[in-house]
T-cell receptor, first 109, second 117 residues
Framework: LAKTTQPISMDSYEGQEVNITCSHNNIATNDYITWYQQFPSQGPRFIIQGYKTKVTNEVASLFIPADRKSSTLSLPRVSLSDTAVYYCLVGVAGFKTIFGAGTRLFVKA | GAVVSQHPSRVICKSGTSVKIECRSLDFQATTMFWYRQFPKQSLMLMATSNEGSKATYEQGVEKDKFLINHASLTLSTLTVTSAHPEDSSFYIC?????????????FGPGTRLTVT
């Protein structure tokens, strides 16, 4: 399983764009990159998933360079309610999911 | 999106008793279910993986006789914490993978807070 490395914490202000980068140097050919959000005392919530280049949905964008050794989750115009822990996971369908330490994002007013 | 439920959401039990936690996929069939444990301010730790109709595969360091997992159907998995002790107090989260959907998408339950007194 590919190991992931993320910043432990980040601070931002409301209305700003937040970019969280995850390193996964030993990503395998079949691995996908998935990001989850978790609030205290809740289960993780799926944000976005991608394999290469750029993926965008209604809440975030995911940028993956050609070598796929890293990925960046972009949250546009964050609000206080985006304060949470964000996890980057790398893996293949059908295999177990190992969570890294995650990034604790704190959005200030 | 797909919904996974857990019951109960909170449970308090006395040391030495057993507790069962249910995990259900409400609107899809889950070929694989996962059980995680999370301590305060820490990440999720995978405990075991279960496939419908077969024995669960436990992660290293997880006692399979203490944490009994049953995946009886494509929509239900249960985790039983036997002879619970205060150190078993934690937040237990299940997740399920659908036969359909994104290549590597797991749906997580809301979690169960277990407190052993």
């Amino acid at each position: 399983l590919a190991k992931t490395t993320q910043p432990i914490s980040m601070d931002s202000y409301e209305g700003q764009e937040v970019n969280i980068t995850c390193s996964h140097n030993n990503i395998a050919t079949n691995d996908y990159i998935t990001w989850y959000q978790q609030f205290p005392s809740q289960g993780p919530r799926f944000i976005i998933q991608g394999y290469k280049t750029k993926v965008t949905n209604e809440v975030a964008s995911l940028f993956i360079p050609a070598d796929r050794k890293s990925s960046t989750l972009s949250l546009p115009r964050v609000s206080l309610s985006d304060t949470a822990v964000y996890y980057c996971l790398v893996g293949v369908a059908g295999f177990k999911t190992i969570f890294g330490a995650g990034t604790r994002l704190f959005v200030k007013a | 999106g797909a919904v996974v439920s857990q019951h109960p959401s909170r449970v308090i039990c006395k040391s030495g008793t057993s507790v069962k936690i249910e995990c259900r996929s409400l609107d899809f069939q889950a070929t694989t279910m996962f059980w995680y444990r999370q301590f305060p301010k820490q990440s999720l730790m995978l405990m075991a993986t279960s496939n419908e109709g077969s024995k669960a595969t436990y992660e290293q360091g997880v006692e399979k006789d203490k944490f009994l997992i049953n995946h009886a159907s494509l929509t239900l998995s249960t985790l039983t914490v036997t002879s619970a002790h205060p150190e078993d107090s934690s937040f237990y989260i299940c997740s399920a993978r659908s036969r359909r959907g994104a290549p590597y998408e797991q749906y997580f339950g809301p979690g169960t807070r277990l407190t052993v007194t």
